[in-house]
Nanobody, 122 residues
Framework: QVQLVESGGGLVQAGGSLRLSCAAS????????MGWFRQAPGKEREFVAA????????YYGDSVKGRFTISRDNAKNTVNLQMNSLKSEDTAVYYC???????????????WGQGTQVTVSS
């Protein structure tokens, strides 16, 4: 079992930055790949970024490449998402998730956090 808790969401003006964190716990956490997804009202959940726990593989969704950076702190069991140059279209609930394989597919992520709201005002 893996438990995930996101934090760091909020309201920011367009062009600004936010840093999301995901705190993970559970005996087998080290076996999981970590991802960030987002879901805007009326839209499907969208892949944002993913990272292996060792950091050897990192992948970003096309809409956030060059603006968002995923990282992890193994000592603290956290995965972070630094979001820069935010746009109004980045407004969504952001979710942290864990998967047993390297993937960008929503359905292949086994554990999910409760989500944190990010609102970007234009």
């Amino acid at each position: 079992q893996v438990q995930l808790v996101e934090s760091g969401g909020g309201l920011v003006q367009a062009g600004g930055s936010l840093r999301l964190s995901c705190a993970a716990s559970g005996r087998t956490f080290g076996n999981y790949y970590m991802g960030w997804f987002r879901q805007a009202p009326g839209k499907e959940r969208e892949f944002v970024a993913a990272i292996t726990w060792g950091g050897s593989w990192i992948y970003y969704g096309d809409s956030v490449k060059g603006r968002f950076t995923i990282s992890r702190d193994n000592a603290k069991n956290t995965v972070n998402l630094q979001m820069n140059s935010l746009k109004s279209e980045d407004t969504a609930v952001y979710y942290c998730a864990a998967a047993l394989r390297v993937t960008t597919r929503t359905r292949e992520y086994e554990y999910w956090g409760q989500g944190t709201q990010v609102t970007v005002s234009s």
